[in-house]
């Protein structure tokens, strides 16, 4: 019986990101209550105390905006209570200032012809839940909250729901997904410098002359001995400088039906999905994932998707190549449609930072998924290997054959960290010359507000200045450069 539950979890783990949350944490089973229905509460500070008060409109987006102002702006710091399963979770959360670079651009293609708009509305949050170690939250709060959270103990899918209450939204428990522990803890690692160079730009699964092969392997090993030269001369410290992958998410038509026809919809789902991708990318591997540019194909395909995942991902490679003009370090497809693959996805090894290798593909599924799927295949480009037989042997072995780990083709529940070996291999190609474009930090779209130098900036609704100056002019309506409840204007004592 034991050996059936074993072979059904891992027919489910290994088509996760094919299907919904809703539809995964169903097939899981294991937890007595997999959803609840709740409606979630902003908190907001009271007036007069340093209570908090429940507020029913969840919108943080920022009241008293400046004249002319086009995208909304959204406060940078917000707090959610959700009671759901007994427990209440009061959810800290602060702006993801790094998920959008200051050149981001979004455009989609209706009836054949370009729409096109610089920035786009940022609403996406990384955080914690009150009182709780070891937990982190990424959401989005758009239209009502959508993303995920864990409380340390286990894990939350949440998505507003359609109904006649317009605050209902659908809580999803899953087993705990944990971000922030390390499988390496600290660990230093002393590689010392190859003496021959390999081509890391190559998948055995495509042959040499697929996608125009030769010159591509030219300019790549070019690029890479380029690269060690510059590594040599700076002395980085690969492991704690932080590095940042330009990234720009391509939606096709078929992820473009799965989210209601909605170009809107899609963008804001596909944001969410690489807010909590960064996440992960943050916390264990020291490196951001920044949008640079989304396009969504909301008329028809640019080119042939079927069911073979690596000639799609090489048909998508020479559109990069040909069509894309933005600069960025991966090109990444969001496709609506299932591969015939025992993978979620597909994408070049050691491809980052080449415009014919530097990208993947993606199945649809939830948030929470499909941010694992993008993980995988980011992974990939940057050096990380996909191997079932060298994870489960040696020193390689995931150390959670439950959970499993995000490279691995082991464990029966959504995967959760990354190995040590999967580290070492990202160090260890960031050591020998690749990804020499990820140490350019990019312009973010909103730097951090400095909440208390008297300047309403960015992500604010006030600012009235230090504790001892809002104490002396009396602005009890202004609270974390947040306004408080009830609050009608943002200065004076009229307040």
């Known amino acids: 019986m034991l050996a059936v539950r074993c072979l059904l979890f891992a027919a489910v783990c290994a088509r996760c990101a094919e299907t919904g949350l809703r539809e995964w944490v169903r097939l899981e089973g294991g937890l007595p209550t997999a959803e609840e229905t709740v409606q979630p509460r902003r908190l907001l500070q009271q007036t007069h105390s340093e209570e908090e008060v429940l507020h029913t409109h969840l919108d943080t987006r920022a009241r008293n905006l400046p004249a ?133 730009h190559s998948d055995n699964k495509l042959k040499d002359g697929d996608d125009g092969s030769k010159e591509e392997k030219h300019v790549s090993r070019k690029g890479l001995r380029r690269s060690k030269r510059q590594v040599r001369r700076g002395q980085r410290n690969v492991q704690t400088e932080t590095k940042y992958i330009e990234l720009m998410i391509i939606n096709d038509y078929e992820m473009f039906v799965q989210l209601r026809r909605s170009t809107l919809q899609t963008k804001i ?18 490196t951001r994932i920044v949008l640079v540019a989304m396009e969504t194909w909301s008329s028809e395909n640019k080119i042939a998707i ?33 591969f015939m693959s025992s993978r979620s996805e597909a994408a070049y090894i050691g491809g980052i930072c080449s415009v014919t290798r530097g990208g993947g593909i993606n199945e649809f599924g939830s948030v929470g998924p499909m941010a694992i799927t993008l993980c995988q295949s980011l992974g990939q480009n940057i050096g990380m290997h996909r191997n079932k037989e060298r994870m489960t042997a040696g020193g390689c072995r995931c150390p959670d054959l439950w959970q499993g780990c995000i490279m691995d083709d082991t464990g029966y529940n959504l995967p959760r960290k990354f190995s040590r070996c999967s580290i070492e291999e990202y160090l260890r190609f960031l050591q020998q010359g690749g990804g020499s474009c990820l140490f350019n930090k990019p312009t973010k779209l909103l730097d951090p507000s400095d909440c208390g130098n008297g300047y309403v900036e960015p992500g604010e609704e006030c600012d009235c200045g230090s504790l001892l100056e809002c104490t002396q002019s009396g602005a009890n309506c202004c609270k974390k450069c947040t306004l408080t409840h009830n609050a009608m204007c943002s200065n004076g004592l009229c307040c």
Not at 307 to 334: G, N, P, Q, W
Request: with cysteine; hydrophobic share 35%.
């Open 68 to 200: 002319g102002t086009q995208q909304p702006i959204h406060v940078a710091q917000s707090s959610f209570l959700v009671e759901a399963f007994g427990s209440s979770f009061i959810l800290d959360l602060e702006l993801n200032h790094n998920l959008l670079s200051t050149d981001y651009v979004e455009r989609h293609f209706e009836d054949g012809k370009l729409s096109q708009n610089m920035g786009g509305e940022h609403c996406y949050y990384h955080g914690r839940v009150r009182g709780r170690p070891g937990s982190w939250a990424a959401l989005s709060t758009c239209h009502g909250l959508q993303g995920m959270f864990s409380d340390g103990n286990f894990s939350y899918g949440i998505e507003p729901v359609c109904s006649r209450e317009q605050e209902d939204h659908v809580l999803y428990r899953m087993p705990n997904i944990d971000l922030l522990e390390l499988s390496c803890p600290g660990c230093i690692l002393n590689i010392s410098e190859p003496k021959g160079q390999t081509d890391v």
């Open 269 to 286: 789902f596909a944001k969410s999905v690489v807010n909590m991708a960064d996440l992960i990318y943050k916390e264990q591997l020291n």
């Open 306 to 338: 079927g069911d073979d995942a690596l000639l799609t991902l090489r048909d998508f490679m020479k559109y990069r190549k040909e069509s894309i003009k933005e600069r960025c370090d991966a090109v990444h497809l969001f496709s609506g449609r299932t």
